[in-house]
């Protein structure tokens, strides 16, 4: 742990000192270190060095670029509609920190400074998209790094963020949680994807390399939405051939490469049992889903959650029972959690359901309509033609099964956190039709009146 603080005050520096654009590469790297340890437990401590991730980082580099983010975030406001739901959650939020429990009184400042979190990562990332501070080769850097983070990690330095509780085999990760990390580069893997838009030998490698990382840190919701991303990136790819003959040029090579690849697979298939023996991976295609203990255990959390909320108030049902305040249902439901350490905002595994016990109908009206809101704008610009729309369903694969199954709400400053804001920035970069914010004009936009 004295090693990630280190890295982490390290990166801090460089952020404070270093060129604006290796500041932006230390900011991204910060994703891979994870300072409250293996276990997360942060019901009764602050946590100073991750709380400097979320909210400190995204501050400096707007005092660095002197607050231009926000201004050019507020320049394309129009085009960013739907996030003013995600700021009113925010607020609403932060407001509901007033009626949580009194011993949850610092989770729920945190839950609420994590949704905050957010909108700073987004804005300084969107920033850095319009300016060309981050790029495709900053982030294949930051790709490069996780691998190398990763290997030392796991097989050099103990693994202990390799190992959850009540697991036995070794899950490929960082200093950080091996969900998240996967998760990270399924987010990568959809950014690769869209920019390049070729099927070339090289980002063949780069979508296989990816999804070998995938399959070693073991996560296996982030295994379903890569193949979710691949997917749709595939019938965009096939897409935009226009012409009949390229549509079929493209089909053909789709299929040629899954058939070559499949093969392979088939030809070493003992060593691929023999790699994924033994492994959580294993158990998408050995054991029934209800027999897979952390899919039956959150099952069993968000049965008690219901029973809860069956009993709330008429009050309660409308502005629930305040942020971090799902912890309850942990408690009853799990004796092995203790008031003491337990991490109120990453322990409902249900950010819709987490949602309605905290916020009430006003919160999940909110998140809802959000998403809902995503989802309809994808597919207006899948109508129109546009290949924004087709990224932006990707993205929202793997966004939408963390909010089912995880706690990415929790998440700014981790890995998971940072690939939402990169995807989601990068989406709203190209649609914005790539408007350039030079770093040295007078005003971040040109008066193009765009």
């Not at 009194?102 to 839950?111: C, I, N, P, R, T």
């Not at 097989?155 to 085999?169: D, M, N, Q, V, W």
């Not at 049992?273 to 209800?290: N, P, Q």
Request: aromatic letters at 16%.
């Amino acid at each position: 742990m004295d090693f990630v603080n280190f890295a982490i005050y390290l990166s801090l520096i460089l952020i404070l000192i270093a060129p604006i654009r290796l500041a932006y590469a230390a900011s991204l790297s910060l994703a891979f270190f994870d300072a409250s340890g293996p276990q997360f437990a942060s019901a009764t401590s602050l946590g100073v060095t991750n709380a400097l991730k979320v909210l400190l980082v995204p501050t400096l580099l707007l005092i660095r670029l002197k607050g231009a983010p926000v201004y050019y975030l507020w320049r394309t406001r129009r085009r960013l509609g739907l996030m003013w739901m995600f700021v009113l959650l925010s607020i609403f939020a932060s407001l509901a920190v007033l009626w949580s429990p009194e011993f949850l009184k610092l989770s729920a400042m945190k839950g609420a400074a994590y949704l905050w979190g957010y909108l700073m990562w987004f804005a300084v990332v969107l920033y850095g998209f319009a300016t060309r501070k981050i790029d495709l080769k900053l982030l294949f850097g930051v790709w490069i790094l996780g691998v190398l983070l990763g290997i030392a990690q796991t097989y050099f330095l103990g693994g202990i963020f390799s190992r959850g509780l009540y697991e036995e085999s070794l899950r490929f990760t960082a200093f950080n949680s091996p969900q998240s990390y996967a998760a990270f580069y399924t987010y990568l893997l959809a950014i690769f994807l869209f920019a390049t838009n070729q099927l070339t030998l090289r980002s063949l490698l780069a979508l296989l390399s990816t999804l070998g990382l995938i399959l070693m840190a073991g996560s296996r919701y982030s295994f379903a939405t890569a193949i979710w991303v691949v997917t749709i990136w595939a019938l965009y790819y096939i897409r935009s051939g226009f012409f009949l003959s390229r549509i079929l040029k493209r089909l053909f090579t789709l299929i040629f490469a899954f058939i070559f690849f499949l093969l392979i697979g088939l030809a070493n298939l003992p060593t691929l049992i023999h790699f994924l023996g033994g492994t959580r991976m294993a158990e998408l295609f050995e054991k029934d889903l209800s027999t897979v203990a952390t899919f039956t255990w959150r099952m069993g959390m968000w049965r008690e959650a219901w029973v809860q909320i069956n009993d709330f108030s008429l009050g309660e049902m409308f502005w629930g029972r305040g942020t971090s305040a799902s912890a309850l249902v942990a408690l009853q439901y799990d004796s092995r959690y203790s008031p003491d350490t337990i991490d109120a905002n990453r322990v409902m595994h249900n950010e819709l359901l987490k949602a309605l016990y905290e916020w009430g109908i006003i919160g999940i009206g909110l998140l809802s309509t959000l998403i809902l809101g995503l989802f309809l704008l994808a597919f207006i610009w899948i109508v129109r033609g546009r290949r924004e729309g087709f990224f932006l369903l990707a993205v929202l694969g793997p966004l939408t099964a963390g909010l089912f199954v995880e706690n990415i709400l929790a998440g700014s400053g981790s890995p998971v956190g940072i690939g939402i804001c990169l995807s989601l920035a990068y989406v709203h970069y190209v649609a914005s039709g790539r408007i350039y914010a030079h770093p040295k004009a007078t005003h971040p936009l040109p008066t193009t009146g765009r």
